[in-house]
């Protein structure tokens, strides 16, 4: 496996005094220059892969649109279902999907509530019954258009950014290896 991850350390199974199995996973038992020289060799074969920077740079905008899109889930088998069909790198788009994970995308989704609150406000009615309606089709509708501009324009950025990278970096290996 090309761009398989397997740990340089193994887990340490401890038994109480009551006979209770415990996981020990401390951060003693991770050497850090070997988990770095490892995720170094990865990147290397990511740079040295058959794939133009185009087709990597395209792999992590498909996982960036995939990310930010409410899709919960489904992100993983929706994201190498695409980067197959259209034949995109692979490892790039899974690169993508470790970067934009809840944590990052989270400001992104409050982001696209505000911006479709603004685009579709909800319209006042006199009755309950239909306000509360209105709310939610304004709610869902201003949520979901605003997500995809929001998407559209961080995958944009994130192709620039990565085909730029890859671009420096392989230009930095030629010089280097010239």
Known sequence: MAYGFSPSYTPRIVYTASMEMKVDLSLNQISFPNLLNE?????????????SA?????GFALGTFISILPTPGLNFAL?????????????TVLLSLAVWNVFVTAPFMALSYRLGNWLFPAPVTASVTAQWQ???LSFVQGFLVG???VAGVVTAVSYTIVLGIFWLLREK???ATA
């Open 54 to 58: 185009h087709n990597q740079a395209m």
């Open 79 to 91: 994201s190498l279902l695409l980067a197959s069909w259209f034949r995109l790198h692979k490892a």
């Open 173 to 175: 290996q030629k010089s």
């Open 39 to 51: 995720l170094r060799a990865k990147a290397k074969a990511l740079l040295n892969a058959d794939a």
């Open 134 to 136: 209105a709310q939610v």
């Open 147 to 149: 997500n995809l501009i």
